[in-house]
Each structure stands twice: as C-alpha cells, then as structure tokens.
C-alpha cells in the first residue's frame, strides 16, 4: 500500500508541475501506472518467489531494464534488503522518479548491455525481465556475455501484440533455448491477460 500511495503522489505532483512545465509529458504518469499494474507486480512477484531459492545474501544483483526499480524493492522486501543491486535503465525520468520512490537503491542510467559488458565480472545475479523489448542480437550478446557461474533470471512473453514488443518467445522451452544455459534449475509459463483482453503466456528461466 506505501508503494502505490508514494507512486499517487509522485504522479499528482508531476500533472500539477506539467501545468507550469510544458515540457513535462504526462503519458509518463499513465508509464508509472503501468509499472505497479496487476500484471506487471503478478510477473515480479513470481520472479521474486521462484528466485529467493536461488539467492545469496552476498549477492550482487544487476537489473536490466529496470524501469521504475519495481522489482528490486520486491526482492529487498523478501529478505534481500542487504543485498547490492543496481537498477539499470536508459531512461534518466526513469531513474529519477524511481530514486523518489526508493531513495536507498542504486540506479545507472546507462545502456544495460554496455554498462554489462564493462563490469559483468561485478555481478554474481543478472536479471532481465525486458527481454521481448530488447533486439535479438542484442539480447543474444547480453546472454554471450554472461560469465557462466552469473546467475540468470530471464523473462519475456509470446504477446506479439503489443507494438513495443519486438523480441517475443513463443514458449518456455525457445527462452530457455535462448538464454543457452548449461544448467536449468527452474522453468516455467504463466497465463496472463494483456490489453483488450488478449491473453498471452510469460516465460520465466532461471539457471547458469
């Protein structure tokens, strides 16, 4: 309930700052909606659960495409509040409305493959749950990238409907083909329904 008192306030004062600030873009409040949405917290939260088994309190934790920092709040309220994890976005309003909701976590804006690529030997857990937003090849040389003894935890979805997804996963087994891992320790498919009703499967791999 904090969470989404925080996110009402956060987005009552940027409406009442935009009437002085036309540069202010207020589909940004409906992207901040979005972030706390039902599916969105169901899909992080499954995420969190299946993945705690998995984790270690001296765990370094990167989040690709973090958006609003969402997820690591999650996982810091599921007992990983020690835990370093840097929430890496491209988008600056991104970071600084997430710094507003949680002022105590780490956020790069930054590429995440380049800010990966340099540093991927900091971290000992890379989560990517933006995997139908990235290119394929990119995703592909994120995956490459990976140090084999990195924990993955990777998400994507077979909703091509939704413009903005360009890098789609028809089934479970294709993401975890894609992630090309040597150990699988969990895998698995959600249902959910999406905009105008349409129903589409999440994906969730875990393994290194």
């Keep these: 309930?904090?969470?989404?008192?925080?996110?009402?306030?956060?987005?009552?004062?940027?409406?009442?700052?935009s009437k002085t600030n036309p540069k202010l873009d207020l589909h940004r409040v409906t992207d901040m909606y979005d972030s706390v949405g039902a599916n969105q917290i169901a899909s992080k939260q499954w995420l969190v659960d299946e993945?705690?088994?998995?984790?270690?309190?001296?765990?370094?934790?990167?989040?690709?495409?973090?958006?609003?920092?969402v997820l690591s709040h999650l996982l810091k309220e599921s007992g990983?509040?020690?835990?370093?994890i840097y929430n890496v976005d491209i988008d600056p309003v991104a970071k600084e409305i997430g710094k507003k909701l949680f002022p105590e976590t780490v956020f790069v804006c930054d590429d995440g493959i380049n800010f990966y690529m340099e540093r991927r030997n900091w971290f000992t857990v890379l989560i990517n749950t933006s995997t139908e937003h990235m290119e394929p090849d990119e995703f592909e040389l994120?995956?490459?990238?990976?140090?084999?003894?990195?924990?993955?935890?990777?998400?994507?979805?077979?909703?091509?409907a939704?413009?903005?997804?360009?890098?789609?996963?028809?089934?479970?087994?294709?993401?975890?083909?894609?992630?090309k891992l040597k150990h699988i320790y969990y895998?698995?498919?959600?249902?959910?329904?999406?905009?105008?009703?349409?129903?589409?499967?999440?994906?969730?791999?875990?393994?290194?």
Excluded at 80 to 84: L, R, S, T
Excluded at 142 to 160: A, F, G, M, V
Excluded at 194 to 208: D, F, L
């Design 162 to 179: 939704e413009g903005e997804h360009i890098n789609c996963h028809d089934s479970v087994e294709e993401l975890a083909a894609a992630c």
């Design 51 to 69: 993945a705690i088994q998995y984790l270690n309190q001296d765990d370094i934790i990167m989040v690709a495409g973090a958006w609003y920092g």
């Design 80 to 84: 990983f509040a020690d835990n370093i």
């Design 142 to 160: 994120l995956i490459r990238s990976k140090p084999e003894d990195t924990l993955l935890i990777c998400q994507s979805n077979n909703n091509w």
């Design 187 to 208: 895998q698995d498919s959600r249902e959910f329904v999406g905009k105008w009703e349409q129903p589409y499967s999440r994906h969730m791999v875990i393994g290194k």
């Design 1 to 17: 309930m904090e969470l989404y008192k925080k996110l009402f306030e956060i987005s009552r004062r940027y409406i009442e700052d």
